[in-house]
């Protein structure tokens, strides 16, 4: 007899598991099991398993309840929830995850990656968004511009985090942690370890 909990009895509403549904998943895995309450009741969170394991999914789900359950629209320049990725090819899969699974749900996504213009990376959030997903080097650039800001940022999370490279972390932290980043809920914690204790939470997930 399988005993293993249902995507329904993990409390995920409705346009989820009908996402969930349609992108063939019919059970939660391991790491989904653990990592999906958990996140659903606010509390911080550093994941660590292997590729293909449904890392994607654990914090993409409950991460789309929270802005479903929470909706609002975000100002110009605004972003509700920041993916940080280490490469422009992670970004792009973690962006079409958010799209797959929040597919029933209405919200705007962006994508911010370098190699690139940043002209319609740029137009992309003049409008505000709901998720972005980044690389480091181009979200800095972003930010030091004046195109995107965090201040009404709920939700930060790092997928592999451990693979970006050291002086775009330190970067990256000590921008976040100087100002805006005193206004989000969940913070990502690094290789590096930069974080400022007591003041951020913090969601990480890598392999």
């Known amino acids: 007899m399988n005993t293993t909990p249902s995507f329904a009895e993990l409390q995920l509403i409705a346009p989820l598991l009908k996402a ?19 996140l659903l009741e606010g509390k911080d969170l550093l994941g660590i ?3 293909g394991t449904g890392k994607t999914a654990a914090f993409s ?4 309840q929270n802005i479903a359950l929470n909706a609002k629209r975000m100002p110009p320049k605004h972003v509700r929830v920041l993916v ?3 490469t422009r090819e992670l970004a792009i899969q973690v962006r ?3 799209q797959t699974y929040g ?3 209405r919200i705007k996504l962006a994508l911010a990656f370098g190699g690139v213009s ?6 992309s959030l003049s409008g505000g968004a709901d998720v972005l997903v980044a690389t480091p080097g181009r979200l800095l650039d972003l930010l030091s511009q004046g195109h995107v800001t965090l201040e009404l940022m709920k939700n930060l999370a790092g ?11 330190g970067a990256m932290n000590n921008d976040l942690v100087s100002g805006q980043i005193e206004a989000a809920i969940n913070y990502v914690t690094t290789a590096a370890g930069l974080v400022k204790a007591g003041q951020i939470r913090a969601l990480a997930i890598t392999s």
């Open 159 to 169: 997928f592999d985090i451990a693979h970006v490279p050291y002086n775009n972390i």
């Open 96 to 98: 079409e995850s958010f």
């Open 118 to 123: 940043q002209n319609p990376q740029v137009q």
């Open 61 to 64: 789900l409950p991460l789309l």
């Open 49 to 51: 398993a292997q590729t």
């Open 20 to 38: 969930v549904e349609s992108s063939g998943y019919t059970q939660p895995t391991p790491i989904q099991l653990k990592v999906i309450p958990h």
């Open 84 to 86: 940080l990725a280490p």
């Open 103 to 105: 597919a029933h749900l």
